[in-house]
């Protein structure tokens, strides 16, 4: 088990040596801070998960200074504020103000043993659930964007409701309902997918509803609809902006009461759960009329909305990487990395095919890489068919620069298992650059949590 780095930042040194020691032996590296100055020096130089705050350290008129400086900037720690006063309004506007507990001195070691374990186990299961979800996914991507759209997954996945998944061509709308279906009951059964954009109209009703021998003209025999197909199942309508409006009435009357009608046949129930997906705006089409509001109502109680590639642009290292192993093997090349220019170059493009697209660059990369480090030259495949990034003003460019130079580092520490000696021998950089730059970027050189 991998410890877990705790901050106890109180002023009062006989607690913290009391407390540091039994947490010590509770697994937790425990650091201890006696005043603001050395709690925000001990914060910039490595990452807490756990933090035990007193209210009136030191240069602090309240401890809420300082607890509002670690949500802003910490937002993935979990404060415990300690207070030796018991002052109930104290407590509650900590936790309005985003502490996790509140704990009063004098604390029984037995009682602060249990609430840290608490918090423990609190951090080992958010993290677990994340996993899971990535997992799900099949790709890992750090954003904070991108981890919102795994917590809403892993929230909808547990519940038969229908589920709109909105976002720009590329984005991953596929992906993400398969990984709602994969943490679903239905789990170990394929879910049935629809392209509806590739549905001629008038066959729309009797593909999704089936038909009964003799309906119509041509009927000679009973045929079975995807929604009968599906049964206690996912079906997954994707491009559902493109359903005509008299299939929506009855895709509506499915949604309210669970109830589908053959062509020529009877009333019979159905336990399917709906997965929509769309690249239109269903409000605007609602607005013109081209989209029934109550359905458009019924679908969009739980909407994932998953953001384009230009806005979390913290994901593409992790994305190129994950690509370029992919294709890599695929192609049944040896291993190759991707030259800093080249990653930079990605991370300037703005991507109007999103994620697809930039899978498509790096498998382009791959074919034509000649060694075994991926280029500009390589990426571009001997033409500038991409798009050329947009103008930016130099602060712009500065902070897109800077987000970079942040998950670069990221990503080779984590590769080298926090190790900043390897790291920076691999980067043929100085080791106390590398350390200024930790402390800059506030990067995380430790493991976080148990495995």
């Not at 720690?77 to 030796?84: A, D, E, F, R, W």
Request: charged share 25%; proline share 4%; aromatic share 8%.
């Amino acid at each position: 088990m991998t410890r877990i780095n705790l901050l106890l930042a109180d002023d009062d040194q006989t607690f913290c040596k009391l407390a540091g020691d039994l947490l010590s032996r509770e697994g937790f590296a425990v650091e201890k801070a006696y005043n603001v100055e050395e709690a925000g020096r001990h914060l910039s130089e490595n990452f807490f998960p756990i933090v035990m705050l007193d209210m009136c350290l030191p240069e602090l008129s309240d401890g809420f200074g300082l607890l509002d400086f670690i949500r802003e900037h910490y937002p993935d720690t979990i404060v415990l504020m300690i207070s030796g006063s018991g002052h109930i309004p104290d407590a509650v506007e900590a936790i309005k103000r985003g502490a996790y507990d509140f704990i009063e001195k004098p604390i029984a070691p037995d009682h602060l043993r249990q609430r840290i374990r608490n918090i423990a186990a609190f951090i080992s299961s958010k993290q677990a659930n994340l996993d899971m979800a990535k997992t799900a996914i099949g790709m890992v991507v750090e954003s904070p964007a991108m981890q919102n759209v795994y917590a809403n997954i892993i929230r909808t996945a547990a519940y038969d409701n229908p589920v709109l998944i909105t976002g720009e061509t590329g984005v991953g709308k596929e992906l993400a309902a398969h990984a709602i279906h994969r943490l679903s009951r239905y789990k170990d059964r394929n879910m049935v997918c629809i392209n509806c954009a590739s549905i001629p109209k008038e066959l729309f009703e009797s593909e999704l509803f089936g038909y009964e021998k003799g309906a119509f003209t041509g009927a000679v025999g009973d045929r079975k609809g995807y929604f009968e197909y599906a049964g206690d199942n996912s079906l997954f309508l994707d491009e559902i902006s493109e359903l005509p409006l008299e299939v929506q009435a009855k895709l509506l009357r499915v949604i309210s009461e669970g109830e589908i009608q053959k062509l020529g046949g009877r009333i019979r129930q159905i336990n399917t759960r709906i997965i929509a997906a769309t690249n239109r705006n269903l409000t605007e089409m609602q607005n013109r009329g081209e989209f029934r509001s109550d359905l458009y109502y019924r679908l969009n109680a739980i909407n994932i909305n998953i953001p384009p590639l230009r806005e979390r642009k913290d994901d593409i290292l992790q994305l190129a990487t994950h690509f370029c192993t992919e294709f890599c093997n695929r192609n049944s090349k040896a291993p190759m990395q991707i030259s800093f220019p080249a990653l930079q170059w990605l991370y300037e493009q703005t991507w109007p095919g999103n994620v697809r697209e930039l899978r498509s660059t790096i498998e382009r990369g791959v074919i034509f890489a000649t060694n075994d480090t991926l280029t500009v030259a390589d990426l571009q495949g001997g033409h500038s068919s991409l798009n050329e990034p947009p103008f930016e003003t130099t602060s712009q460019l500065r902070q897109v620069l800077r987000n970079f130079e942040r998950s670069y580092l990221q990503h080779s520490l984590n590769h080298y298992n926090g190790n900043v000696s390897q790291t920076a021998q691999a980067l043929g950089i100085d080791k106390s650059n590398l350390f200024k730059k930790i402390a800059q970027y506030k990067l995380n050189t430790h493991s976080q949590l148990p495995d």
